[in-house]
């Protein structure tokens, strides 16, 4: 939480014992994203992606039914909402919420909140095939981008995030990113790496914004981006 508040200037709620310590992470009151502590041993340090579900059970059986496997059955999280843990047909875990008191991120788009999500896949074609069944996703082409990347969006809707191949990362399995919007990204990488983290891609400029990719001093992986203004 101490690199977190310096470097995307988050503010936290206490870490609530009846969630297994799990706080709130907030920009301006609003909670943007959630910390807490490994659930087992073996679990590496990581961000997840939750994806919004209306029905959590009746997504998981459309992952299953489309080649996935679950990694945390559905759960109630008390009334905070619905939750389980999928792993897509690549290999690549994400979360599933259904909302009860807690709709999600307060805040995106914005300094300090969730901007982009890109999925790294060793299967691309497979990938947006999966997620096209059990979310509804419709895909198009990036300019600029490598012929295996796709924006997807929900029909009629504007673009949330992206799906594609390794980038290079081949020595690594399927994953999901998260970025994170920042005013200043090289202000930021300067930050995070005096607070004990580090720059695995140095700032650099993108017709999409300028960008880096950090990982915190326990190796969790995010991407910041420059928004505007």
Known sequence: MDFYRGVLGWEFSDPDPEFGGYAMARVNGADVAGLGPQPAPDVPVAWTLY???DDVDATVAAVTEAGGSLAMEPDDVGGMGRMAVAIDPAAAAFGIWQAGQHLGAGRVNEPGALTWEDLRSTDAERARAFY???F???YENVDGAPDDYSM???PGGEGL???GGMMGQDD???HWLVYFGVADVDATVTTAESAGGSALAPAFDTSYG???ALADPQGAVFWVVATPA
């Open 210 to 212: 300028r960008m880096a």
């Open 152 to 154: 997807f969006s929900l």
């Open 136 to 138: 509804g996703y419709r």
């Open 172 to 174: 690594l399995s399927s």
């Open 51 to 53: 994806l919004a579900s």
């Open 161 to 163: 995030g992206g799906i």
């Open 132 to 134: 096209a069944q059990v």
